[in-house]
T-cell receptor
């Protein structure tokens, strides 16, 4: 059974800092890995999707890496802004279908 | 084009009652998945439907059921509600529900069981 863990559970940083969020998964037989953003009480917004054959994906100030063999992914946020404050969720998709297994999320607060 | 829509946005029920949540996928999408997100945790997969057939089921009791209609909209039903069923219920749609397809999430229905 796939298990996804995110560390840290919560993070508070001053504006402008670069930061790294971590995600680990137990079964390396994944189809892809995805990072989502969730604002309080809202649905999920997809940020980056990395296919199992890829090592990283970039979008603006965000960079996600994937090391499938070690079961790890990181989300790097450059020059953080107060608007980045949200919960960040990591999810993996197995080879059996479209079902996503999520981590518990990292709650990020960026202080002005 | 409208995104995934869910109704109602909020709902309050008491223990033992029954609830029906609704989801309309993005136009052209034939697959709908349901997830439960308890406060402070990540979403957990409940069901996936494609072309009105159940394609996948998560580790949830039989009190949870779902169906998909010919127009690809979907309902999630929960019987004999428990306090622990209080959560944000998320619906996601994709074109065919196959591996690797992008899933688009709706805003969710927040259910509170008293």
């Amino acid at each position: 059974k796939q298990e996804v863990t995110q560390i840290p559970a919560a993070l508070s940083v001053p504006e402008g800092e670069n930061l790294v969020l971590n995600c680990s998964f137990t079964d390396s037989a994944i189809y892809n890995l995805q990072w989502f953003r969730q604002d309080p009480g809202k649905g999920l917004t997809s940020l980056l999707l990395i296919q199992s054959s890829q090592r990283e994906q970039t979008s603006g100030r965000l960079n996600a890496s994937l090391d499938k063999s070690s079961g790890r992914s990181t989300l790097y946020i450059a020059a953080s802004q107060p608007g980045d404050s949200a919960t960040y969720l990591c999810a993996v998709e197995g080879n059996a279908g479209n079902m996503l297994t999520f981590g518990g999320g990292t709650r990020l607060m960026v202080k002005p | 084009d409208a995104g995934v829509t869910q109704s109602p946005t909020h709902l309050i029920k008491t223990r033992g009652q029954h609830v029906t949540l609704r989801c309309s996928p993005i136009s052209g999408h034939k697959s709908v998945s349901w997830y439960q997100q308890v406060l402070g945790q990540g979403p957990q997969f409940i069901f996936q439907y494609y072309e009105k057939e159940e394609r996948g089921r998560g580790n949830f009791p039989d009190r949870f059921s779902a169906r998909q209609f010919p127009n690809y909209s979907s309902e999630l039903n929960v019987n004999a509600l428990l306090l622990g069923d209080s959560a944000l219920y998320l619906c996601a749609s994709s074109l065919g529900g196959g591996a690797g397809e992008t899933q688009y999430f709706g805003p969710g229905t927040r259910l509170l069981v008293l």
